[in-house]
């Protein structure tokens, strides 16, 4: 049985939680998670993420069922994110006081032995096996880009003072390009989607021994606790789902 578990935080510097997130099984072996960052001001942010999120769910609410092929998952991915940038897009399009405002992305449509990903942004996906903890999703920022071109490494990204530029953001253009592609799955095999907030205020060491105590416990809430207790700079997210109930 497919299990999942996710927390947001506002975290100890910021007044507003402009994370969003979402988790829902169908059935026992299928089910979908998302996590959304918001931007744009202090209204937009939260604007931004919340009509993401809404849409992008209930899309895949509509479309997700159990025994769907991969070629069917990707279509309803597309449609989802297709949803969530109209969404965000129209409303700021509306009104000039969201002007500008925006989210990451990361969702994952999730079955007994696959999972397939729609992203957008630099909130990620991680996949945790045999107590490895390995990104899957590639940050859409320019101090990845640097690091893509070789010009930065990638401790020089994590203190660039562009490192918080994102390239691609839901909502933001008529139009995006997410990033959408899958993985075979092995039993025990567990996912971490997260916002910025949590990975960047926990060391890959710490993110990948803490993710699989929330496993055990049956709750996000040691990453989050850890993030905070790290500085809590940002609203913290963190969806968790583990594919099987093989103990390590």
Known sequence: MIRFMGATD???QRHQNQDAYICRRVGEQTGYAIVCDG???ERGGAVASGLALSAAAESLRRSVGVGMNENSIRRALECAGAAANAAVFDAASQDAALHGMGTTLVGAVVQEDSAHFLHAGDSRAYLLRDDLLTQLTVDHTVVQMLVDRGEISERDAKVHPQRHYITRAVGVGEQLRYDIFSIDLLPGDAL????DG???YLSHEDLCA???VALRCGSAKPL???ANENGGGDNI???LCRTANREK
Request: net charge positive; proline share 0%.
């Open 10 to 12: 506002t975290g100890r």
């Open 198 to 200: 949590l990975y960047n």
């Open 210 to 212: 803490l993710a699989a």
């Open 224 to 226: 989050i606790d850890r």
């Open 192 to 195: 971490l989607l997260c916002s």
């Open 237 to 239: 997210t963190a969806v």
């Open 39 to 41: 931007m744009g001001g």
